[in-house]
């Protein structure tokens, strides 16, 4: 076993390992999820050392120069106020979802017009239009980190994979009976998983083009799921009640988390997929032992119903966002609440934290979207322009691009 390379992994903090095998090149990371500006880097250092035997005496110099570097990026100041840099009015039709690639260099619109749109963040020209289905493209994503792939899942029951680059199809993925309302990509880009209102998922292997298996066990529409970090366990949520954790490579079904009385809006695996996070219409959020199954802590505070949650990067921090017009941050750990996000006049639709976890972005109704102090809940800046709700935001890789989606047609690019 041979050590070829280590690459810094900033968000979350971690350094990637890549070396061979038997004559195979292998990647496997070390994350370092806790590291603190103030950490001690020699003694850190010295203690992956021992549980890691690709890092010898003979790279620990350079594995402590990677760690010193990644805590400049913590200790990095952010004062950084966004601008408007174009308004992009993406279809004729209702825009359904936005998304980017990792780097922010473009991104991707769903709409009512039965086409995806691919575009350049840089200069807002339109790269692709992907045309092919039959009637409303809801679910999108790109194969993040590679980008290289799009994913369209539709109410005509179909999801297609397309080349980024050229905007060629792939593969028609066809199988489900009813409308496909959610979608994701395994960060191994090997597997997209779709969810439908026909109350079953399905793995697709992206190379083959073809059904690896179909996930049933839900007695009404599946409307989210969400891959692991690893890629060996994948979470549907449904307007059942429940949130199903699944075995990929058998699609066994493992357990069901039951606990909430209204349906399911947002359910996601923290960085290390120890945690999972689901929120739902019963005006909480509930935090479960990803390994075993069981009920962890229920997060109450708000008022109506749960819209969205997530975890920040580092999976130390949940934030979720309701109708009640306010959002709040709880720490994982202690399950307490640190912050909450007052201001917004109407629901918030969408929450999502920067990269480096400082930064919160969310989306509302009242036609705003707000970024927020992580850690304070101070509310440090106003996107205003959109003249209807707005239903999607984002940020890119490094935190420094933010993107809006809105009901009145348009997307907004901030810098």
């Not at 004559?23 to 590291?35: A, T, V």
């Not at 103030?38 to 690709?54: F, Y």
């Not at 580092?314 to 720490?331: C, E, L, R, T, W």
């Not at 440090?380 to 984002?394: N, R, V, W």
Request: aromatic share 8%; glycine share 8%; proline share 2%.
């Amino acid at each position: 076993m041979g050590l070829r390379r280590l690459l810094l992994r900033y968000y979350p903090p971690g350094i990637t390992l890549e070396y061979v095998q038997d004559g195979e090149p292998k990647i496997r990371s070390i994350d370092l999820l806790g590291l603190k500006p103030d950490t001690d880097a020699i003694a850190l250092v010295e203690d992956i050392q021992k549980g890691e035997p690709l890092i010898t005496a003979s790279c620990k110099d350079h594995v402590i120069h990677l760690v010193r570097r990644l805590q400049e990026k913590l200790e990095e100041k952010e004062d950084h106020k966004f601008h408007l840099f174009k308004v992009l009015r993406a279809h004729i039709l209702p825009l359904t979802n936005v998304a980017f690639n990792k780097p922010g260099s473009c991104f991707i619109t769903g709409s009512y017009d039965r086409t995806c749109k691919v575009w350049d963040t840089t200069s807002g020209e339109e790269l692709h239009t992907l045309e092919g289905h039959g009637n409303v493209v809801y679910a999108i994503a790109f194969n993040n980190p590679y980008g290289d792939k799009i994913a369209t899942g539709s109410f005509d029951k179909t999801c297609k994979l397309w080349s980024t680059e050229t905007g060629k199809c792939y593969h028609t993925f066809r199988g489900h009976r009813a409308e496909i309302v959610c979608l994701a990509f395994n960060l191994q880009s090997t597997i997209v998983a779709t969810g439908s209102m026909d109350r079953t998922a399905k793995l697709w292997d992206i190379e083959k083009g073809e059904e690896i298996v179909t996930l049933r066990g839900h007695f009404a529409e599946i409307v989210v799921l969400s891959f692991n970090t690893t890629g060996d366990r994948i979470i549907t949520g449904s307007f059942d009640h429940t949130v199903i954790v699944w075995d990929v490579g058998t699609g066994r079904m493992l357990h069901t988390l039951k606990g909430h009385r209204g349906e399911i809006s947002s359910a996601q695996f923290n960085w290390d997929c120890s945690l999972i996070v689901t929120g739902s219409m019963d005006k909480t959020c509930m935090l479960w032992n990803a390994k075993t199954g069981t009920h962890i802590a229920t997060l109450r505070g708000h008022s109506d119903e749960i819209l969205d949650v997530c975890f920040d990067y580092a999976g130390q921090h949940i934030a979720m966002a309701s109708a009640d017009g306010s959002a709040s941050v709880y720490n994982a750990e202690t399950k307490k609440c640190i912050a909450k996000l007052e201001g917004h006049r109407s629901e918030i639709s969408k929450v999502c934290f920067n990269p480096k976890g400082n930064r919160i972005l969310t989306a509302s109704s009242d036609k705003t979207a707000r970024l927020w102090d992580a850690a304070t809940g101070h509310c440090l800046q106003i996107l205003e322009g959109h003249t209807d709700e707005i239903f999607s935001c984002a940020f890119n890789y490094k935190g420094d691009i933010i993107i809006t989606g809105s009901k009145d047609n348009t997307c907004r690019i901030w810098h």
